[in-house]
């Protein structure tokens, strides 16, 4: 987050709206909130559990998040689904893809293998800043031209999320498992 505000910190026009994982407090990013006044923090509405798989977002938040997708020119973060979700309003997304910081368990380039971003391997679906050094350019450019990047966000997120009129997503996804299911039978007889 300190160096998108530190790169967007010239252009006194440009609010920054903050959302931080869920999962995690905004304890860590104090010290970058209280150093640019041009960061508003707006903060998820989960419901928090003990474990990671135990939090989920309330439906407050699924409207908070959509305002913020239909509002925003376009969204950063290292490692996110949320292009998808920028995805549906045709809003590019960066992702940063150099380490903030040297971390033996952790890195940007293995975050990136996650299958649901090789979901995206030959498409423009997002935008990388792959150096510190030319994002404050980069975030210039897709600020004043955003429909010049991520031109196929839609393929990617149809490729993941086709929604159709006939075949809304979870009736794909029962379809499939269905199938499984007759698969399962037909190899036991």
């Not at 809003?91 to 952790?106: G, I, M, N, R, S």
């Not at 293998?113 to 404050?136: I, M, P, T, W, Y």
Request: net charge negative; glycine share 2%; charged share 20%.
């Amino acid at each position: 987050m300190k160096d998108v505000a530190s790169a967007l910190a010239s252009d006194p026009q440009v609010s920054i709206l903050f959302r931080q994982v869920p999962v995690c407090t905004v304890d860590r990013y104090q010290e970058v909130l209280d150093q640019y006044p041009n960061i508003i923090h707006i903060p998820p509405k989960w419901e928090k559990g003990t474990s990671w798989m135990s939090f989920y977002p309330l439906f407050e938040d699924v409207k908070l998040l959509m305002n913020l997708c239909h509002h925003c020119e376009y969204s950063v973060n290292i490692g996110s689904t949320i292009g998808l979700d920028f995805s549906y309003f045709g809003k590019p997304t960066v992702f940063l893809a150099y380490d903030t910081v040297q971390d033996q368990h952790w890195s940007t380039e293995v975050v990136y293998q996650f299958q649901h971003f090789r979901s995206f391997e030959g498409l423009d679906a997002v935008v990388f800043a792959k150096e510190k050094s030319n994002l404050a350019t980069l975030l210039k450019q897709v600020l004043e031209n955003p429909s010049q990047f991520s031109t196929q966000k839609h393929l990617w997120r149809d490729k993941i999320a086709a929604n159709t009129e006939n075949a809304p997503s979870s009736a794909q996804i029962a379809a499939f498992l269905e199938s499984l299911l007759i698969e399962k039978e037909a190899v036991q007889e």
